[in-house]
């Protein structure tokens, strides 16, 4: 089943008023699949909210945008599959 992260941060976020972590993560998986949420993953977003911040979205990266030459970067890989 493919579960998206907000879904799963807002279970977490329900389940932080009355259960552990440990517990929430594995409630979790056990209604989703073994690998949707690991315990060092549902500590960060408890911590998260327990700050205030209930946003269940990632936040914009900050720093400075990667600059990329598309150009440059079309060439290195047409000349890198020429080589095969």
């Known amino acids: 089943m493919d579960v998206s992260k907000e879904l799963v941060r ?7 008023v009355a259960l552990s ?8 998986c056990e209604a989703f699949g073994d690998s949707v949420v690991n315990e ?3 500590r960060h977003w408890f911590q998260k909210f327990r ?4 946003s ?7 720093g400075r945008p990667q600059a990329l ?6 060439a290195a890989i047409e000349e890198d599959s020429s080589q095969t």
């Open 10 to 16: 807002g279970c977490l976020l329900y389940f932080k």
């Open 69 to 74: 030459d598309d150009e440059a970067l079309q």
């Open 56 to 62: 269940l979205c990632d936040k914009a990266p900050t």
């Open 21 to 28: 972590v440990a517990a929430s993560s594995c409630r979790i």
């Open 51 to 54: 700050s205030g911040d209930l």
């Open 40 to 42: 060092r993953t549902a």
